[in-house]
C-alpha cells in the first residue's frame, strides 16, 4: 500500500516536521509513534480505516496520548511511564487530534519542555482521498507548518480594545482586551483573522469542535469572528478546539483550546488568528 507512505509525507509537511520515517509494515496500516520528553515523533500519521497506531513512550516522563476534542471518537492511552506503550485501531474516519494530558492539563501549568501548541493528529483515510491533501500541503511555508497561527490577544499585532480598527460600513464589532471574561448571557468565542501588519481578512472560516461536532462562522470583512458555543451557562468542564481551515475543509492554523468550565467565571474568550505567510 503505497499510498500509505505518501500520505505519512503529505502530513509531515503540513505540520512542519522533516521526520517522516514510518519503520512499521505500511501494507498493514500499523504504525508507531514515540512519545518523548519534548513531542511525539511523528506529529501526524495517516492510515487507513482499521488501521492502528501504537504509542510507545521513550522519555523518562508519564505521558498520554489524549484527544482534545472533535475526533471521530475519543481516545486515551493513560499514563504510560518509560518503555510503556498502548496500541489502538481507528475504523472511523476523520481526523484524530490529541495531545499529552500529562504535559497539557486542561487546568494549566503546562510542562515547558512539551509544545503544547502543536496539533498532533492521527488521519483516518480512504486510500482514494489522500492525493487532495497534495495542493495544501504545497502551500504551507511557516515555522509552525501552518499558514495561520493564533495568538492571544495582547500579543502583536494588537487589535482590540482602544487600538481596534473599524470599518465605517460595519456594524463595530467590540473585543475587549482581555483573554476572557465572565458572560451569564451568552457563551462565545471572539476574535480576528488579520494579516502580519494586523488588518483584518474577510471570509476566513473559523471552526470550533467538541465532541465530534463542527461550529462554523466566517469573519467579516474587519476580520472579526464570533462563535456561540452556548446559551444556557452549563456548569461543565468542556474542551473547544479552534482552528481556521481553507475552502476543502482541511485544518490551515494551529489548533487553540478553549478551556470552559463555568460562565460566571469564564463566558467569553478572546484570541485572534494570523497569516505567516
Not at 201 to 226: C, E, K, P
Request: net charge negative.
Amino acid at each position: 500500500m503505497r499510498w500509505l507512505t505518501t500520505a505519512a509525507l503529505i502530513v509531515s509537511t503540513l505540520l512542519g516536521t522533516e521526520r517522516v520515517a514510518l519503520a512499521q509494515d505500511s501494507s498493514s496500516g500499523s504504525v508507531t509513534i514515540t512519545m518523548t520528553d519534548t513531542e511525539f515523533r511523528p506529529a501526524g500519521v495517516v492510515i487507513p480505516p482499521g488501521g492502528s497506531v501504537t504509542w510507545l513512550n521513550q522519555g523518562s516522563r508519564v505521558h498520554t496520548a489524549t484527544t482534545i476534542g472533535g475526533a471521530p471518537l475519543p481516545f486515551d492511552t493513560g499514563g504510560l511511564g518509560a518503555g510503556q506503550s498502548k496500541s489502538f485501531s481507528f475504523g472511523l474516519p476523520g481526523d484524530y487530534y490529541y495531545t499529552s494530558a500529562t504535559d497539557c492539563p486542561k487546568t494549566g501549568g503546562n510542562n515547558p519542555a512539551f509544545p503544547c501548541s502543536i496539533s498532533y493528529v492521527v488521519s483516518v483515510v480512504q486510500p482514494g482521498e489522500v492525493t487532495a491533501a497534495a495542493p495544501v500541503a504545497a502551500t504551507i511555508a511557516s515555522q509552525s507548518g501552518w499558514a495561520w497561527r493564533s495568538k492571544d490577544i495582547n500579543d502583536p499585532p494588537v487589535n482590540c480594545g482602544p487600538a481596534q480598527r473599524f470599518l465605517g460600513w460595519l456594524p463595530p464589532h467590540q473585543t475587549p482586551c482581555s483573554d476572557s471574561a465572565p458572560n451569564a448571557g451568552t457563551q462565545y468565542v471572539q476574535g480576528h483573522v488579520m494579516d502580519r501588519n494586523g488588518k483584518g481578512v474577510g471570509g476566513m472560516i473559523v471552526r470550533a469542535s467538541i465532541y465530534g461536532n463542527n461550529y462554523d462562522a466566517t469573519s467579516d470583512q474587519d476580520g472579526t469572528f464570533s462563535i456561540v458555543l452556548s446559551v444556557s451557562c452549563p456548569i461543565e468542564d468542556r474542551v473547544y478546539s479552534v482552528f481556521i481551515i481553507d475552502g476543502r475543509g482541511q485544518q490551515s492554523s494551529d489548533v487553540r483550546s478553549v478551556n470552559y468550565s463555568n460562565c460566571n467565571i469564564a463566558g467569553e474568550f478572546h484570541f485572534d488568528f494570523v497569516n505567516q505567510l
